[in-house]
């Protein structure tokens, strides 16, 4: 059986979701539409069913891209997602706004479960609903407590989903109530004769509400939205955020590197030498690693991003920072894409979708890369430990962190500059929209978070790791084989040229070693490009790189150490950095000098060199012309960008 | 007396009177902004746009471009 999860947003859907269905549960998409699908598995009676949770609506009509998948589906007996049964969450310190929506999803004709959520908080506020009354207005429905939050009303909801399949199903206001998905008129008219008639029902199973709005308890909101307390207590969370990501991440993150870097070395040694151990060793080893080393940072943003939803605080940021979005073409609902975009542009540009303004939304997904994310962090850490001095500026900052924060700063005011480049090129008369709820706080679940995490996480590693793996398997087949008969004279050359000059053996093994890279496929394509790249400073085997982290930036940093690591002879491993700096030129010039170091960081701020943000954006806005507008823009910044800093720097 | 939500300081209770036709009317309606209804704005955002109108136990935020297409009426005359 197919159950729907559905229900306004903030009504602890989620933890009612988490409830029923605990850690079986899968995150995808809705058939054709990246709206995210998570489906779980509930077990009545020894059956398996499957629990589907719907994005949080407060009305069956849409009106922003992620909310359109209720109705599509709901409308359609023939989906594959249409539900037998309908599972609706309502905060029943809130009955009368979400009873709305249960009516409307009742009237369709569906079996349905009314679960009457986060019941203390009612209590709390003084409001009794008596259920028996309620019930008698739905007589086809089943109607239950819960507090899912704590975990409590499991066995009532399971117990509720077996009664209301065997009931009839029934209407309220009559199957023909509801209307068609774009006609405004007769949506006007349905939510004016639904609110009245809900009225009468709050009247009747309702018990002491303070009649007239009172002043809520909002003292915590007078700090939060405060005209300076508000900024800076934002900016206070995110410096926090962000240092607590830097400085705990890179504990896990040292131990990984380590581990796969000993684990190859040793497999180096241990393996029979072949083609197929050295595929285990250079290729899909350090791949894999290069996957798992991103999960502390991911794991630790999303579960601070979560910790800021769970609590109610994002829909705070939300509501101040709407006013300084506006002019620049964006909304209070882009500060959550793009802040997410910090840690991924994946997530931050499927988050856009809550913004229901056209030309809003495709601003922010065009923008969002800029933010600099985290698979730069790799990139620029390696490139400011090339290239920038470990002293301190004043003898507090720095100036490798001073250099770290500039970056970020130089993708967010291009993010913003855009973003209000693009205000005035898009057209547009549709309405901006904010109308967004502010949830009470609450104390974040652990468990809700965890999950939460847990979830992201998982579609990290699978999703994106496939693709870096891929890659990183395709690279070293490429640094490996080249050319047939090219790369083995190259190599008998330099050997016969090494015996002349009289080189130790281990000399002339790195000369091969160099000169079969060199001749290689990849070496190749490298020499091609070399003349485009020679402007920003760059030679071939960074042409390389740079051409392989175009499936992702991280991919920079592998390329590098495989292109060093393929032509590694000596048995004991340097750091990346030491072998890097110690690289030189022809005339005896670091091939990393600041200039080149810095052209490069620059070019990385602004390079779209992500293949996955791309596809997504394709998704997303349902066509390649945005992607294909991003890359270009983008690449121009940064071929624009990293040509000034080296001819400046140089 | 009749004003527009989005002229009402913080504070004051009003009751909602009538919502302007347009777009935003059916969202507006489906958010429980209805007539009769009575609101107060709990605060405002730094710079006074967007506001936090309290309506029936929930906070909603509002752009006072949103607020103005609202015709609201003070309780206390």
């Known amino acids: ?650 | 007396m009749k004003l527009r939500l989005s002229d009402i300081k913080v504070g004051v209770p009003v009751r909602i009177v009538e919502i302007d036709k347009g777009d935003l009317r059916a969202k507006l309606l489906e958010m429980g902004l209805l007539k009769e209804r009575e609101v107060i704005i709990a605060f405002k955002a730094p710079l006074g746009d967007p506001i936090a109108v309290e309506i029936e136990g929930s906070l909603l935020a509002l752009r006072l471009e949103e607020a103005s297409c609202i015709t609201v009426e003070t309780l206390v005359d």
């Not at chain 1, 007589?139 to 939050?149: D, K, M, S």
């Not at chain 1, 790791?465 to 004279?489: E, H, Q, V």
């Open chain 1, 1 to 650: 059986m197919k159950i729907a999860l559905l229900g306004n947003p903030n009504t602890g859907k989620s933890s009612v979701f988490n409830m029923l269905t605990g850690l079986r549960q899968s995150v995808g998409n809705f058939p054709g539409v990246t709206v995210d699908r998570k489906e779980g598995v509930l077990t009545i009676d020894e059956v398996s069913h499957q629990l589907i949770d719907f994005p949080g609506t407060y009305s069956i009509y849409p009106r922003s891209q992620d909310e359109q998948i209720v109705y599509d589906v709901l409308s359609n007996p023939e989906h594959s997602d249409f539900p037998d049964l309908a599972v609706v969450v309502v905060d029943a310190s809130n009955l009368k706004r979400n009873l709305f929506l249960f009516t409307q999803i009742y009237d369709l004709g569906l079996p349905c479960v009314l679960v009457l959520n986060m019941s203390d908080l009612a209590n709390k506020k003084g409001i009794n609903i008596d259920s028996t009354l309620l019930k008698s207005e739905f007589a086809r429905a089943e109607i239950v407590e819960a507090t899912a939050r704590v975990g409590l009303g499991k066995g009532r909801i399971v117990e509720a989903i077996k009664n209301a399949k065997s009931q009839e199903v029934g209407a309220y206001l009559g199957k023909n109530s509801l209307c068609a998905i774009n006609d405004a008129k007769c949506h006007e008219e349905e939510a004016e004769r639904r609110f009245s008639a809900i009225d009468s029902i709050i009247e009747k199973v309702i018990s002491h509400v303070a009649t007239s709005p009172t002043q809520m308890k909002n003292r915590l909101d007078k700090v939060l939205t405060h005209s300076f307390w508000g900024y800076f207590i934002f900016a206070a969370i995110l410096l926090l955020v962000f240092q607590s990501i830097f400085s705990f991440a890179a504990i896990p993150m040292d131990f990984i590197d380590g581990s796969f870097g000993q684990l190859s070395a040793w497999l180096k040694v241990n393996l029979p030498i072949g083609v197929f151990s050295d595929l285990i060793s250079q290729g899909i080893v350090p791949g894999i690693g290069g996957v798992i080393i991103f999960v502390p940072q991911i794991a630790l943003l999303f579960f601070f991003m979560a910790l800021l939803e769970e609590s109610g605080y994002l829909a705070r940021a939300v509501f101040i920072l709407d006013r300084i979005m506006r002019p620049l073409g964006l909304n209070g609902r882009s500060a959550v894409p793009l802040l997410s975009s910090v840690a991924c542009a994946i997530p931050g540009v499927m988050a856009a979708r809550t913004i229901a303004n056209r030309k809003e939304r495709l601003i922010t997904i065009l923008v969002a890369p800029l933010m600099s994310c985290s698979a730069r962090i790799p990139v620029y850490t390696l490139l400011i430990a090339l290239v920038i001095p470990s002293e301190n500026f004043l003898g507090v900052f720095n100036y490798q962190g001073l250099v770290l924060f500039g970056l970020y700063f130089l993708g967010l005011f291009f993010a913003l500059l855009v973003a209000f480049v693009l205000k005035l090129i898009i057209k547009s008369n549709e309405p901006s929209l904010l109308l967004l709820e502010l949830p009470t706080y609450k104390i974040p679940r652990w468990k809700n978070v965890s999950i939460s995490v847990f979830e992201k996480v998982k579609v990290f590693v699978l999703d994106a790791g496939k693709m870096i793996l891929a890659i990183s398997i395709l690279l070293w087949a490429l640094a490996t084989f080249g050319p047939s008969g090219k790369m083995d004279a190259a190599e008998q050359k330099a050997r016969r040229e090494g015996e002349k000059s009289h080189l130790s053996a281990l000399q002339v093994e790195k000369n091969v070693a160099s000169t079969r890279l060199e001749n290689s496929y990849i070496g190749h394509v490298g020499r091609f490009v070399e003349p485009a790249i020679q402007p920003l400073g760059y030679d071939w085997k960074i042409g390389i790189s740079l051409l392989t982290s175009f499936v992702a930036r991280e991919v920079f940093v592998g390329s590098l150490a495989t292109i060093y690591a393929v032509q590694d002879t000596d048995v004991d491993h340097h750091r990346l950095v030491d072998r890097l700096k110690a690289e030189e030129k022809a005339d005896g010039t670091p091939v990393f000098s600041f200039a080149v170091g810095l052209s490069l960081m620059v070019y990385y701020v602004f390079a779209m060199q992500c293949m996955t943000t791309l596809v997504v954006v394709r998704q997303e806005t349902k066509s390649w012309r945005i992607p294909i507008v991003q890359l270009l823009y983008m690449g121009v910044l940064a071929y624009l960008g990293a040509f000034i800093v080296f001819q400046l720097f140089k």
